[in-house]
């Protein structure tokens, strides 16, 4: 079981270009996250998806868009990437819909916008 | 707004000394409290976690310590060592709709274990 894998690891964007960040688990999970780390600032939730099919806003998902493509994937879009968007980028899956249910992460991608 | 606040941001331990990590929460209808660990350059994991049912968990040497009506928990390591080194955070859920049953992270505790 691999768990949960991200491509890439490393991206550097100029300022307005796009990417799509990509995510799957192994593990039949039911929801998945997209969550962005910054220093001093922990892990702030952009965007879920509770189940296949259906996705919905976190904390901060201005500038980002996602698509749940199946139940193994959840990628994560930047339409035009602003420095503010420099971050460490983490999926997360967990079997059942909400906090109570052990969240899987992935490794990581980590973008600067420049 | 912050709902789960986490202190220290940093923290550094001698090896075999007691490392104390403190959460405060502000949401009575958060009644989950799980506690996650972050080496460098990997993902947080699931260390412990604890319901408001019971005041103390522990697991080895990791314990999570609840109080209720103060809305206040902390993760205690006893013996740190080196291999601990690592950032924590604590988060709480909950239930209902809205907002309450995702995961709220605090901002994290860097803590550093030296030998």
């Known amino acids: 079981n691999a768990g949960v894998t991200q491509t890439p690891k490393f991206q550097v964007l100029k300022t307005g270009q796009s990417m799509t960040l990509q995510c799957a688990q192994d593990m039949n999970h039911n929801s998945m996250y997209w969550y962005r780390q910054d220093p001093g600032m922990g892990l702030r939730l952009i965007y879920y998806?509770?189940?296949?099919?259906?996705?919905d806003k976190g904390e901060v998902p201005n500038g980002y868009n996602v698509s749940r493509l199946n139940k193994r994937e959840f990628s994560l879009r930047l339409e035009s990437a602003a420095p503010s968007q420099t971050s460490v980028y983490f999926c997360a899956s967990s079997e059942g819909r909400g906090g109570t249910y052990e969240q899987y992460f992935g490794p990581g991608t980590r973008l600067t916008v420049t | 707004q912050q709902q789960v606040k986490q202190s220290p941001q940093s923290l550094i331990v001698q090896k075999g000394g007691i490392s104390i990590i403190n959460c405060a929460y502000e949401n009575t209808a958060f009644d989950y409290f799980p506690w996650y660990q972050q080496f460098p350059g990997k993902g947080p994991a699931l260390l412990i976690a604890?319901?408001?049912?019971?005041s103390e968990k522990k697991e080895g040497r990791f314990t999570i310590s609840f109080n209720k009506s103060a809305k206040q928990f902390s993760l205690h390591i006893m013996d740190s060592q080196p291999g601990d080194s690592a950032t924590y955070f604590c988060a709480a859920s909950g239930r209902g709709g809205g907002s309450n049953y995702k995961l709220t992270f605090g901002k994290g505790t860097l803590l550093t274990v030296n030998p």
């Open positions: 604890i319901r408001p049912d019971v």
């Open positions: 998806s509770a189940s296949e099919g259906t996705t």
